[in-house]
């Protein structure tokens, strides 16, 4: 098929290596948003999994230029499919119109830009170190090489722009990529896929399939072939992982979920911390891992914030996210909007706002002072749910360590010298300040989660690099 198949249809969506495939069982692609049949695509059969893991193609990475055109191709036949994408993120995520439109259009200029934001970094330092032995003075210096395939398991919140930026920082520095869409994801996988072999990667460089996550790790584990495992998705599959990984020499980088707290400050205006709160809180229907999940107030402007957040959200307007005046949409399934309703209803806080769903569509839920040791504050949530509780800065810094996935930190006020003392929060990965978390650099989102130890705050490209210590005379 030349071109994307019709909504609805059959497609035969995956591609290895540039070819057409998907012999395995067919599955069907629902919309969140209506309950339609988005798209049925085949999974890729265990054969072909293996002929795909095993494929010894030899790839150098792309040079400057070779990038630079790469890119290029790629934009413009992005951007000419950027009206079919659209309708599809529609479609798969049930997001309001400007959510949508800000997700296509900065996925467009992250490729576009892509080739200028790389030549702009600068190489990381290293300083060789000489020792003297059997008479001979010998140099150590550290080189960076790729590790051959990076296998990215994507997940379906934020597919598109997480598999671009899988698949541009995997091209840039020599390794092959396979990116794993959900089925969640199908359609916009395929789009994907047609746009990237319209563009001519390299032979033997990129493949986009479908096939479940599972099958996928047991064929990764099993083969002989390098392969970095980039896993994306909820923290609470990252155990078995990793212990299954490791068993079978295969390294892994887990990005898992994050729970953003803010701590604001009684200097802050009222519209101004109400409108960060509300924005970062619900963007995206608050599935997102930089969403804010909780806010500690001081106590001075707590109760007056508390009032001014109670009702705005209480007029915040839901339903169909294809109408223009929509904030809200319906999360992906009905349990998913069940689960965030039992983890407020086990939380021991006041409802301010919401607290109720219609199907899947769950009301923005504001929560008064919940437990401090309850799933809602340790763990987060995802979806439009916030909790807030009065505090002193002291009081967030000594409630972060229940924090199991601290993510991201933020600090609404005017005065400077409490940023030092944010940055010693343990396992921080990114501190916004004075802003909106959910609100990204798109080319360095959230700098990178910590939680196995292998995947610490950098440059995207760099987890895709291996350093080696090259000891010689």
Not at 52 to 79: I, N, P, T, V, W
Not at 374 to 389: E, Q
Not at 396 to 406: D, E, G, K, T
Request: with cysteine; charged share 20%.
């Amino acid at each position: 098929m030349s071109g994307p198949a019709p909504l609805g249809a059959q497609w035969q969506c995956s591609r290895i290596w540039g070819n057409v495939a998907g012999s395995d069982r067919w599955v069907d692609q629902v919309s969140p948003l209506n309950g339609t049949l988005v798209q049925r695509v085949p999974l890729i059969d265990p054969a072909e999994t293996v002929e795909m893991l095993d494929a010894q193609h030899f790839y150098k990475g792309l040079d400057a230029g070779s990038l630079s055109r790469f890119c290029s191709c790629l934009y413009d036949e992005l951007h000419a499919l950027r009206p079919v994408i659209l309708e599809t993120t529609q479609l798969e995520t049930a997001f309001n119109r400007r959510d949508c439109a800000e997700v296509v259009d900065s996925c467009l200029e992250y490729v576009r830009g892509f080739p200028d934001y790389h030549a702009s970094l600068s190489p990381p330092s290293s300083t060789d170190l000489s020792y003297s032995a059997d008479s001979q003075t010998r140099r150590i210096r550290q080189v960076d090489v790729p590790w051959g395939t990076v296998a990215a398991i994507l997940p379906q919140s934020a597919f598109l722009y997480l598999a671009l930026s899988c698949l541009l920082n995997a091209l840039v520095t020599g390794n092959r990529v396979i990116l794993r869409a959900p089925t969640q994801s199908a359609r916009s996988a395929g789009l994907l896929g047609l746009a990237v072999h319209r563009a001519q990667p390299p032979a033997g460089s990129v493949s986009i399939v479908m096939i479940s996550a599972r099958a996928f790790v047991e064929a990764i584990c099993k083969s002989a072939r390098p392969i970095l495992v980039h896993y994306l998705g909820s923290s609470a599959r990252a155990p078995d992982l990793l212990s299954g990984c490791f068993v079978a020499g295969k390294q892994v980088i887990i990005d898992g979920e994050g729970n953003t707290w803010m701590w604001v400050d009684e200097d802050v205006p009222i519209e101004r911390a109400c409108d960060v709160l509300t924005s970062g809180a619900i963007r995206y229907n608050g599935q997102t891992c930089t969403s804010i999940n909780g806010a500690i107030i001081h106590p001075k402007l707590h109760a007056p914030l508390k009032e001014r957040l109670a009702a705005r959200w209480s007029g915040i307007s839901t339903g169909n996210p294809l109408e223009a005046d929509v904030e809200i949409g319906p999360l992906l399934d009905e349990s998913q909007a069940e689960h965030c309703l039992a983890l407020v209803a086990q939380s021991g806080g006041a409802i301010l706002a919401g607290g109720r769903r219609d199907g899947s569509l769950l009301m923005p839920t504001l929560v008064s002072e919940p437990h401090e040791d309850g799933a809602l504050v340790c763990n987060g949530v995802f979806g439009p749910v916030m909790w807030i509780a009065p505090g002193t800065f002291e009081d967030f810094q000594a409630l972060w360590p229940r924090n199991r996935y601290p993510l991201c930190a933020g600090i609404l006020s005017s005065s400077n010298a409490r940023e030092q003392r944010m940055l010693a929060l343990p396992n921080l990965a990114r501190l916004v300040i004075n802003g909106d978390p959910s609100e990204e650099y798109m080319y360095e989102p959230w700098g990178g989660y910590p939680a196995t130890g292998n995947n610490t705050v950098s440059q995207w490209h760099r987890k895709y690099l291996r350093p080696v210590q090259v000891d010689s005379p």
